[in-house]
């Protein structure tokens, strides 16, 4: 006898092929919830979605079991995936941390190959550190041997023409608008090519 799968469990496909078992919600409150945290009324998010309102009233009050395209359209105006639509809301505590640094007022922190502005400075326990780095060196001799450390880094140029050396990549350049995105613990070095020093946003992991 074929084992017919519960109607009480929503299966979702994820991205590796696998599926999930979830608990059963209630669509049409799923779809309220998510229309209202975004401020939008039935007509609001029935232009968005490309349905009529009395459509998406009915998907919201389970007066309507929608098609798949239905609900395609529903994700596409609600800007999440279908599968979304069916996933409840994490029950991860939100703790609402907020740090600004206005210009010029991060944490100064000079060496003689970099200076550091650190943003965000009185966040504790942060997970990543941005900084703004003007770079002075112009010589990967200026730095004596390779930095390290944990975790990985993202820089992006603000200002100026660098040059971004890694110990196991050829020399790359970078100008204003470039980015790269590299394992920390391999060693790396930055100096400017322009006549100016050269300004970067770096933001390095802490996990």
Do not use: C
């Not at 326990?125 to 944990?150: C, N, S």
């Not at 603000?158 to 040059?163: F, I």
Request: hydrophobic share 40%; aromatic share 8%.
């Amino acid at each position: 006898m074929r084992n017919i799968e519960p109607p009480s469990l929503i299966r979702i496909a994820r991205e590796s092929g696998t599926e999930a078992s979830v608990e059963p919600l209630n669509l049409g409150t799923r779809v309220r919830e998510l229309r209202k945290a975004k401020g939008w009324t039935l007509e609001q998010a029935a232009s968005k979605a490309g349905l009529a309102r009395s459509t998406l009233s009915k998907i919201e009050n389970g007066q309507m079991s929608p098609t798949y395209e239905a609900l395609k359209k529903l994700a596409e105006g609600l800007a999440i995936s279908v599968p979304q639509l069916f996933t409840p809301p994490s029950k991860a505590q939100v703790n609402g941390r907020l740090a600004v640094t206005k210009s010029g007022e991060g944490q100064d922190h000079a060496t003689a190959t970099y200076e550091h502005e650190l943003l965000a400075g009185p966040l504790r326990a942060k997970q990543m550190l941005p900084y703004r780095a003007t770079i002075r060196a112009r010589d990967i001799a200026e730095f004596g041997g390779w930095v390290r450390h944990d975790g990985e880094e993202f820089l992006f140029v603000l200002t100026g023409v660098v040059r971004l050396y890694t110990e196991f990549y050829e020399p790359v350049d970078l100008r204003r608008g470039d980015s790269a995105y590299y394992d920390a613990s391999m060693g790396h070095n930055v100096i400017s090519l322009s006549e100016e020093d050269a300004t970067l946003l770096w933001v390095t992991s802490l996990v």
